[in-house]
């Protein structure tokens, strides 16, 4: 089983940084893929960047392309999420989430995943 927990969001004007941090415990069996998504209110959850278990292959939602960048240290079972130059669209609530595929064609879609963290707030004003 896997647990994951989410820390770093907050309130930020645009243009600003955050860094998300997803913390994994129990097995680490089913984390060979993890990621990020979000929520806006009134939205379908959406893919926001992938990394593969040995942080060779990522890949990001058009929309954060540029300026969100997702990273990994197996060392401590965490998975972050830097994001620069903010924008209001950013809005949502950010989940962590792993899977044990390997496969990238659907790595962005949510309900190939398994295993989700409650979530953290992201607020970007303008």
């Known amino acids: 089983q896997v647990q994951l927990v989410e820390s770093g969001g907050g309130s930020v004007q645009a243009g600003g940084s955050l860094t998300l941090s997803c913390v994994v415990s129990?097995?680490?069996?089913?984390?060979?893929?993890m990621g990020w998504f979000r929520q806006a209110s009134g939205k379908e959850r959406e893919g926001v960047a992938i990394?593969?278990?040995?942080?060779?292959?990522?890949i990001y939602a058009d929309s954060v392309k540029g300026r969100f960048t997702i990273s990994r240290d197996n060392a401590k079972r965490t998975v972050y999420l830097q994001m620069n130059s903010l924008k209001p669209d950013d809005t949502a609530i950010y989940y962590c989430?792993?899977?044990?595929?390997?496969?990238?064609?659907?790595?962005?879609?949510?309900?190939?995943?398994?295993?989700w963290g409650q979530g953290t707030q992201v607020t970007v004003s303008s």
């Open positions: 990394i593969s278990r040995n942080s060779g292959n990522t």
């Open positions: 129990g097995s680490t069996a089913d984390t060979n893929l």
């Open positions: 989430a792993a899977r044990s595929g390997y496969s990238w064609y659907n790595a962005l879609t949510p309900d190939k995943y398994a295993y």
